[in-house]
């Protein structure tokens, strides 16, 4: 193989998947028709949150992927995993299409994994726990990105406003959209960011566990991101939750009711 020959491969190890630019139009186009009043205001709210969740699906799966290179997992690139293509990642049932189930069931931001990093070549427990790190920290950013303008009222002067239960509310559909999209976020941060096998948060401590229990937990890693959704349909236990993301939102300037409103109109199918 030539330098050239190389240099073409790496760029098109690195090149952003039409598939991702699809999701981002779809997003862009969504949130459009909701900030105008084009179409069904539920309808576009839903296409804007599920196109958002995929997109934060994958830069968070970009992002386990890219710290994992740089760390010195160099097959990084010929898996696909830095072109952002969902049909690239390992398990595209764990990591897409279950997310976005557990989102239009119950509302709940719950990541799975995807990428296959090949552990040996990297040194360092700091850097292993790092890379499982990365994938949380891209939710929290993104969850600053879409709540930010909601909190600093830059969506207050819309004249198109959101409906509730045939009522008109002084509210931006689009506002509601990025409050519940935001708390999809950041239920998605702190989920994900549990000590449970399967989970980042375990990931991020497992370089430190003995050989020992690393074997003794690794049974269980399948089944972690599942029952972490069994626990949280009990009510006890959602309520808890959801009132600790509510008040992360309240640090943002964001009432949890952008939330629960948004979750409303997400759910066109039941208005």
């Known amino acids: 193989m030539t330098f050239a020959d190389t240099q073409r491969s790496r760029s098109e190890d690195r090149r952003i998947s039409p598939v991702f630019w699809v999701l981002l139009a779809t997003l862009a186009t969504a949130g459009w028709a909701v900030w105008s009043g084009y179409g069904n205001a539920g309808f576009g709210v839903f296409l804007f949150v599920v196109a958002g969740w995929m997109v934060s699906l994958c830069l968070h799966e970009y ?37 976005v189930i557990f989102v239009i069931l119950g509302g709940i931001g719950l990541p799975g994994g995807a990428v296959y990093i090949e552990r040996h070549r990297i040194q360092g427990r700091l850097k292993h726990s790092l890379i499982s790190a990365a994938g949380p920290l891209v939710n929290v950013v993104f969850a600053a990105l879409l709540l930010i303008p909601v909190g600093a009222g830059w969506l207050d002067d819309s004249t198109v406003h959101a409906f509730y239960e045939g009522q008109e509310l002084n509210v931006s559909p689009l506002a509601v959209a990025l409050g519940f999209l935001g708390m999809l976020q950041l239920s998605a941060a ?77 759910q066109f199918w039941q208005n």
Do not use: C
């Not at 890219?66 to 690239?88: E, V």
């Not at 069994?230 to 009432?255: E, R, T």
């Open 190 to 266: 702190l989920l994900n960011l549990l000590p449970v096998p399967g989970l980042d948060g375990y990931g991020i401590i497992e370089p430190w566990l003995s050989p020992q229990a690393r074997r003794a937990v690794a049974p269980f890693a399948p089944y972690g991101m599942l029952a972490v959704f069994i626990v949280l349909w009990q009510s006890a236990v959602n309520q808890w939750f959801f009132g600790l993301v509510y008040d992360l939102m309240g640090f943002f300037g964001v009432d949890g009711g952008y939330a629960q409103l948004g979750h409303y109109l997400f």
């Open 63 to 99: 992002a386990h992927a890219r710290t994992a290179m740089h760390s010195g997992d160099i097959s990084i690139g010929a898996k696909g995993y830095l072109t952002l293509n969902p049909f690239k990642y390992v398990n595209t049932l764990f990591s897409f299409v279950l997310p």
